[in-house]
């Protein structure tokens, strides 16, 4: 195969790119409007303020999570390198979409995406919710519906990962472009870490909780999973979210009319996948 020149990379990442926003503006924002649902329970848990080994709270390790996850965003609107939501790096047809808005705003567009995809599968959560429940009180867990509650979340967490490393493993193949260079452009938006750490303040919560699932149980959840996944990874779910975030924050294009012609671009991006499956 031939060497790939400098500005063949560029383009061949500037198109990743595209994807990954894509994707990981559904799985990640998704994942993280679980992580406060589950907070706002777990912060009712009787061992939240209790202290554990090492002399912190468990408390302190999801307000751990949430400082890394407001780090998280600080890289991605900051970030001297590697800009993905810096208005001033866009073309001036791509700026011309947007009104006079900070990138901050751009931002908050994107994460749109996941909050619009996370109310549309809000019931699927919620039954994925009620499978840990019932699995937590047949073995006598204190505060099932707490402790289900931060294991939903972190299976939206393992989710949101999995999505963004399918991607660019995809990515990878299909534009020929070396992983790790993809990693190493992209690794930003990965929730790894804060994924890690999630599940150390879940096991720290209840470590009872870290039993074996019995066949069914097992069974039972790993459908719950799935069908949460397949609602996050379709492309309908990820254009339709998409179009329910540009309708959500109409503002921070120019004009009605460019909002409109977003929203008919998206149409045709999910009409032309719906096409080829």
């Known amino acids: 195969m031939m060497t790939m020149t400098r500005e063949?990379?560029?383009?061949?990442?500037?198109?990743?790119?595209?994807?990954?926003?894509?994707?990981?503006?559904?799985?990640?924002?998704?994942?993280?409007?679980?992580?406060?649902?589950?907070?706002?329970?777990?912060?009712?848990?009787?061992?939240?303020?209790?202290?554990?080994?090492?002399?912190?709270?468990?408390?302190?390790?999801?307000?751990?999570?949430?400082?890394?996850?407001?780090?998280?965003?600080?890289?991605l609107i900051h970030s001297e390198t590697n800009r993905f939501f810096h208005l001033a790096?866009?073309?001036?047809?791509?700026?011309?979409?947007?009104?006079?808005?900070?990138?901050?705003?751009?931002?908050?567009?994107?994460?749109?995406?996941?909050?619009?995809?996370?109310?549309?599968?809000?019931?699927?959560?919620?039954s994925l919710q009620n499978k840990y429940r019932l699995s937590l009180l047949g073995h006598g867990i204190q505060q099932p519906e707490v402790v289900a509650w931060a294991m939903v979340a972190q299976a939206c967490l393992e989710l949101a990962v999995t999505m963004y490393e399918t991607a660019l493993r995809n990515i990878a193949q299909e534009?020929?472009?070396?992983?790790?260079?993809?990693?190493?452009v992209?690794?930003?938006?990965?929730?790894?870490?804060?994924?890690?750490?999630?599940?150390?303040?879940?096991?720290?919560?209840?470590?009872?909780?870290?039993?074996?699932?019995?066949?069914?149980?097992?069974?039972?959840?790993?459908?719950?999973?799935?069908?949460?996944q397949e609602a996050w990874t379709k492309p309908q779910e990820l254009y339709g979210a998409t179009l329910d975030s540009v309708k959500d924050y109409d503002e921070v294009f120019r004009t009605k009319g460019e909002m409109k012609k977003a929203m008919r671009e998206i149409s045709e991006a999910m009409a032309e996948v719906e096409n080829n499956l």
């Not at 534009?175 to 190493?184: G, T």
Request: with cysteine; aromatic share 10%; charged share 25%.
């Open 186 to 228: 992209f690794g930003q938006f990965s929730m790894k870490e804060i994924s890690k750490v999630w599940n150390k303040a879940l096991d720290i919560t209840e470590p009872a909780a870290n039993y074996s699932l019995n066949d069914m149980e097992a069974r039972n959840i790993e459908l719950g999973i799935i069908q949460l």
């Open 8 to 75: 063949e990379l560029e383009v061949r990442v500037a198109k990743a790119a595209g994807v990954v926003k894509l994707v990981c503006g559904l799985g990640n924002n998704a994942a993280w409007m679980a992580c406060l649902d589950a907070h706002d329970a777990v912060r009712k848990h009787s061992r939240y303020n209790q202290r554990v080994k090492g002399g912190n709270t468990v408390g302190y390790f999801y307000k751990k999570v949430l400082k890394m996850y407001a780090q998280y965003e600080r890289n």
């Open 175 to 184: 534009l020929h472009v070396n992983q790790k260079i993809l990693e190493a």
């Open 89 to 126: 790096d866009m073309s001036e047809e791509t700026r011309k979409k947007y009104g006079n808005i900070s990138d901050r705003q751009y931002y908050e567009f994107w994460q749109g995406i996941g909050c619009a995809a996370y109310a549309r599968s809000k019931p699927m959560v919620t």
